[in-house]
């Protein structure tokens, strides 16, 4: 089992930053991608942005469309961390920021390609 914790959200107005940190702990050494997902209340969960190991602490990064050029995501195996670093946000990127690791690494842009969930934290854009 992968225990993950999520901690960095809050309110921020539009244009603003944040930065969202995912600590994970468990069977850690098992989990070959890490990404987030976001989900909106009558919306299903998507994805915004992963990284797939390829080495001790190299890895591919991939990220959703929406948010190319605006979030940066980065990981630390050693340090069982993923960060998220948003700019320029805008209202739309208000949701429930999750983060998730999986054991196969083999599709990592959807929510079947992961085994584990955090609880999720909030992260609102005000205009």
């Known amino acids: 089992q992968v225990q993950l914790l999520e901690s960095g959200g809050g309110l921020v107005q539009v244009w603003g930053s944040l930065r969202l940190s995912c600590a994970a702990s468990?069977?850690?050494?098992?989990?070959?991608?890490m990404g987030w997902f976001r989900q909106v209340p009558g919306k299903e969960r998507e994805f915004v942005a992963a990284?797939?190991?390829?080495?001790?602490?190299?890895?591919?990064?991939d990220y959703a469309d929406s948010v190319k050029g605006r979030f940066t995501i980065s990981g630390d195996n050693a340090k069982n961390t993923l960060w998220l670093q948003m700019d320029s946000l805008k209202p739309d990127d208000t949701a429930v920021y999750y983060c998730a690791a999986g054991d196969r690494g083999i599709v990592v842009t959807t929510t079947a390609g992961y085994d584990y969930w955090g609880q999720g934290i909030q992260v609102t854009v005000s205009t």
């Open positions: 990284v797939t190991w390829i080495g001790r602490n190299t890895y591919y990064a």
């Open positions: 468990g069977r850690t050494f098992s989990s070959r991608v």
